[in-house]
């Protein structure tokens, strides 16, 4: 067992969020009881880079039920909890990560675990993906596929399949109806608003919301900021998502006309340069922005530290910069996942549903791998036997029974 962690004292902290976790997690729980008893994962090796908190350690915890050997890093310098690392450790499992790690750490901790020479990756934004590839090539012929969870690393994916330079198979998660229907919406919008109501301390309601990205989790963002009473505003590129946010009952505006008028500023769009020094040179004195996209590139931090006289911390995970007429505009947890960084994630619950699929996921590429795909054809969609598996356990966890066709509907519909 190999490791590099801040302090592996703290492991009986963590342990007792990962149980708090797990006692609200009877999907995963499931599965590790069936992994233990049918170890689909014995003799592989399994490289997960995912944001290190109490969720992601029970999904460890369930695939190395399955006998795989974890090697551990988190997928953001800030989202890392150093007692969940510890507790992982204390599990016996490979972990390289710590909170507020540099450029560099990140980097390093990311590079520890591709060295394992994994058989599966499991990725967040796709930083392993893309540091096995450049950095790593006579790795690639050991990895026998992949899944990944999030939006911006399905579009990293996407733009190195369509160069024919992705070199083994992965499965978007993401794309999984049971992830973004669910995590992206409802997880994101709630964990945004906890992450931004514990960090300000502030209220919600009478407040004007502006919300950049009106994606699956854009919409759980602004659903949650209506619900909590505030006055809410969509910015969009995107013109059909533009008209469904005005459907919704949202106002919708280019964020040059929003930046004025704003006293939150979340943007979730996956791009970068969401506000930059045109919208900070409107802004209202005290405007809060942060972001719940996965890179801290959204909100350009650089430009307003450019454009401050000063700046300095206004409360744990705020920092505020004053501007050369006086007004103050606060940045919080660094421009970073606002509900990670400064916060604990989405609810377990939803995260059940997620890291059901990731794991299933896994097993279906230990199981039926290798995958083989030509190049330019190697991302692959969940399968729909899994999301409904994921679903189906869901409901049965909720006390809720549902219709099945006749086999005269069937053959009606299907035409079999």
């Given at each position: 067992?190999?490791?590099?962690?801040?302090?592996?004292?703290?492991?009986?902290?963590?342990?007792l969020?990962?149980?708090?976790?797990?006692?609200?997690?009877?999907?995963?729980?499931?599965?590790?009881?069936?992994?233990?008893?049918?170890?689909?994962?014995?003799?592989?090796?399994?490289?997960?880079?995912?944001?290190?908190?109490?969720?992601?350690?029970?999904l460890?915890?369930?695939?190395?039920?399955?006998?795989a050997?974890?090697?551990?890093?988190?997928?953001?310098?800030?989202?890392?909890?150093?007692d969940i690392a510890?507790?992982?450790?204390?599990?016996?499992?490979?972990?390289?990560a710590?909170?507020?790690?540099?450029?560099?750490?990140?980097?390093?901790?990311?590079?520890?675990?591709?060295?394992?020479?994994?058989?599966?990756?499991?990725?967040?934004?796709?930083?392993?993906?893309?540091?096995?590839?450049?950095?790593?090539?006579?790795?690639?012929g050991?990895?026998?596929?992949?899944?990944?969870?999030?939006?911006?690393?399905?579009?990293?994916?996407?733009?190195?399949?369509?160069?024919?330079?992705?070199?083994?198979?992965?499965?978007?998660?993401?794309?999984?109806?049971?992830?973004?229907?669910?995590?992206?919406?409802?997880?994101t919008?709630?964990?945004?608003?906890?992450?931004?109501?514990?960090?300000?301390?502030?209220?919600v309601?009478?407040?004007?919301?502006?919300v950049?990205?009106?994606?699956?989790?854009g919409?759980?963002?602004?659903?949650?900021a209506?619900?909590?009473?505030?006055?809410?505003?969509?910015?969009?590129?995107?013109?059909?998502?533009?008209i469904?946010?005005?459907?919704?009952?949202?106002?919708?505006?280019?964020?040059?006309?929003?930046?004025?008028?704003?006293?939150?500023f979340?943007?979730?769009?996956?791009?970068?340069?969401?506000?930059?020094?045109?919208d900070?040179?409107?802004?209202?004195?005290?405007?809060?922005?942060?972001?719940?996209?996965?890179?801290?590139?959204?909100?350009?931090?650089?430009?307003?530290?450019?454009?401050?006289?000063?700046?300095?911390?206004?409360?744990?995970?705020?920092?505020?910069?004053?501007?050369?007429?006086?007004?103050t505009?606060?940045?919080l947890?660094?421009?970073?996942?606002?509900?990670?960084?400064?916060?604990?994630?989405?609810?377990?619950?939803?995260m059940?549903?997620?890291?059901?699929?990731?794991?299933?996921?896994?097993?279906?590429?230990?199981?039926?791998?290798?995958?083989?795909r030509?190049?330019?054809?190697?991302?692959?969609?969940?399968?729909?036997?899994?999301?409904?598996?994921?679903?189906?356990?869901?409901?049965?966890?909720?006390?809720?029974?549902?219709?099945?066709?006749?086999?005269?509907?069937?053959?009606?519909?299907?035409?079999?």
């Amino acid at each position: 067992m190999k490791y590099e962690i801040r302090n592996p004292e703290l492991w009986p902290d963590g342990e007792l969020k990962i149980n708090w976790v797990a006692a609200h997690m009877p999907l995963l729980s499931g599965l590790k009881e069936e992994f233990e008893a049918t170890k689909p994962f014995k003799g592989l090796r399994i490289a997960l880079s995912v944001h290190l908190e109490a969720k992601t350690a029970f999904l460890c915890k369930t695939l190395a039920a399955g006998g795989a050997e974890m090697f551990v890093t988190g997928s953001n310098p800030l989202s890392t909890q150093d007692d969940i690392a510890a507790a992982l450790v204390h599990d016996s499992m490979n972990v390289f990560a710590w909170y507020d790690a540099t450029a560099e750490e990140y980097d390093r901790h990311i590079t520890k675990v591709v060295e394992a020479a994994p058989n599966i990756i499991i990725d967040d934004g796709g930083d392993l993906v893309s540091k096995i590839h450049s950095r790593f090539p006579e790795l690639l012929g050991n990895v026998m596929g992949g899944c990944e969870e999030t939006t911006t690393g399905i579009l990293r994916l996407n733009a190195m399949n369509k160069a024919r330079k992705l070199a083994f198979p992965m499965i978007l998660v993401n794309d999984a109806p049971c992830k973004h229907l669910f995590d992206n919406r409802y997880g994101t919008g709630q964990s945004v608003w906890n992450g931004i109501n514990r960090t300000t301390n502030l209220i919600v309601a009478g407040k004007t919301a502006v919300v950049a990205g009106y994606g699956w989790c854009g919409k759980g963002v602004a659903l949650r900021a209506k619900g909590l009473g505030a006055k809410v505003i969509v910015t969009e590129v995107d013109p059909v998502k533009a008209i469904e946010a005005v459907m919704d009952g949202f106002q919708v505006m280019p964020m040059r006309q929003a930046a004025p008028l704003g006293d939150i500023f979340v943007t979730v769009t996956g791009c970068k340069d969401v506000i930059t020094t045109e919208d900070f040179r409107v802004m209202k004195d005290g405007a809060i922005c942060c972001n719940a996209g996965h890179f801290d590139c959204e909100v350009n931090i650089e430009q307003l530290k450019a454009m401050a006289v000063s700046h300095h911390p206004a409360r744990k995970d705020i920092e505020a910069y004053v501007l050369p007429d006086g007004r103050t505009i606060y940045i919080l947890a660094q421009g970073r996942l606002v509900n990670l960084a400064a916060g604990d994630g989405h609810p377990a619950e939803i995260m059940d549903m997620s890291f059901a699929i990731q794991a299933l996921c896994a097993r279906y590429l230990a199981t039926e791998g290798p995958l083989h795909r030509s190049p330019g054809d190697m991302v692959i969609q969940v399968p729909d036997a899994i999301d409904d598996e994921v679903a189906r356990r869901k409901l049965a966890t909720l006390g809720c029974n549902i219709d099945s066709l006749t086999e005269e509907q069937h053959r009606y519909i299907y035409g079999e």
